[in-house]
């Protein structure tokens, strides 16, 4: 995962572990949630770089990883 800039949607328990797992791997990370104290509280373990609190925001930022529903068929 190292170098690979991944977007997590959702820091909730899932999505917050997911977070971490990705940053220990190496992941940049680009993190969504509608709640601003999950953001700060994952920015602040994570390094990640940037902060989206919309979904449409972070739909539109590039990435290496994306999920199969988020792919045009």
Same mark, same amino acid.
């Given at each position: ?9 959702? #820091?909730?328990?899932? /999505? !917050?572990? *997911?977070?971490?797992? #990705?940053?220990?791997? /190496? !992941?940049? *990370? ?44």
């Amino acid at each position: 995962m190292k170098g690979c800039v991944v977007a997590v949607q959702g #820091l909730g328990h899932v /999505g !917050a572990e *997911l977070t971490r797992m #990705l940053h220990a791997a /190496g !992941a940049k *990370l680009i993190i969504a949630d509608i709640s601003k104290q999950r953001l700060d509280a994952l920015v602040a373990v994570t390094d990640a770089k940037r902060r989206c609190m919309s979904m449409i925001s972070l739909v539109r930022t590039p990435t290496s990883l994306l999920p199969a529903h988020w792919v045009p068929s």
